[in-house]
């Protein structure tokens, strides 16, 4: 099945009561990992890419490659967004025209009304063209250079503003950040969330800093209208865990010199187990 946009994906998760799982990638191996899964829980999927990340895998336009390439070779059925994740307004435009499916427009540290004149003009280039966006409103916070910032709770009237300008989904902030949660961290905010429900209706919500939230807590976050949930410090962390046993292991060393399909290959199967138990969590199995 070739790339879709992911609005008909988060309008039935809204709808059902469940969340779709955003899975950023890094390389050839986490992508395949989670279509794999993806493909075997039945579950459709949205792939996340960071600007760095897009950096790393050498552009927008190799990753379109591999992506479509991995569609068609691995015999993908589910539906697959492949998204932009907290683009900048130029990155955005660079993935539209690479052949990206959805993006993320974060224009979340720009003052509402250039937020708002951003947006609009990147809402009407991807309903031209058939593609999802996500706007955020209140920034999400999270470490950075070793400061944990707070995550900030977005006004509901701004939701409502954003949400109007015929965003496909909207990432507002409720407490929640990226990485790993401070000892102290408060929880997030339903309070916030159900307001912001309330205001925009049916629009799906996304919850950003997926890693370490407590089962319960995400469960009721998808109860209150959220439809996408974004994942990736949880899949490094389980990567970078599974090759670090296999190096101490020293099963690499098997005097046929080092190969790194070997190395990669346990680090790959972590990704998959950490994406099915999401998948399981968020109840996108068997919904593709
Ligand atoms: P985590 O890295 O905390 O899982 O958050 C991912 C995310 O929100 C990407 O946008």
Not at 102 to 123: A, C, Q, R, W
Not at 136 to 152: H, K, L, N, T, Y
Not at 193 to 206: E, R, S, Y
Request: some cysteine; glycine content about 12%; hydrophobic content about 40%.
């Amino acid at each position: 099945m070739a790339l879709v946009s992911a609005a008909e994906m988060l309008t039935k998760a809204k709808a059902g009561k469940y969340a779709v799982g955003q899975f950023n990638i890094n390389n050839l191996e986490w992508t395949k990992s989670i279509l794999l899964t993806a493909e075997e829980l039945k579950s459709p999927v949205i792939l996340g890419v960071s600007e760095g990340a897009g950096k790393y895998m050498c552009g927008y336009k190799t990753i379109v490659g591999m992506v479509n390439g991995m569609l068609e070779e691995l015999n993908i059925t589910v539906p697959v967004a492949l998204h932009l994740d907290h683009g900048s307004y130029e990155g955005a435009k660079a993935c539209i025209a690479a052949g990206f499916s959805s993006v993320m427009f974060d224009g979340s540290h720009y003052p509402i009304e250039e937020n708002v004149e951003k947006t609009k003009e990147l809402v009407a280039e991807c309903k031209a063209k058939g593609l999802s966006i996500e706007a955020e409103v209140g920034s999400i916070g999270g470490e950075e250079d070793g400061v944990i910032g707070a995550g900030e709770c977005a006004d509901p009237e701004e939701c409502k503003m954003v949400a109007d300008l015929g965003v496909t989904m909207l990432a507002a902030g409720i407490g929640n950040i990226h990485g790993k949660y401070p000892e102290n961290w408060a929880g997030l905010s339903f309070e916030t969330l159900d307001a912001i429900q309330a205001k925009t209706g049916d629009m799906p919500l996304v919850l950003h800093g997926g890693t370490g939230i407590p089962a319960d807590m995400i469960k009721k976050a998808i109860s209150l209208g959220v439809a996408k949930i974004n994942v990736n410090t949880e899949c490094q962390l389980a990567f970078q865990e599974a090759t670090r046993k296999y190096i101490e292991e020293g099963k690499d060393l098997q005097g046929k010199g080092f190969d790194p399909r070997k190395l990669l290959a346990p680090g790959a199967e972590a990704i998959k187990a950490t994406v099915k138990e999401k998948m399981e969590l968020f109840g996108s199995v068997g919904k593709a």
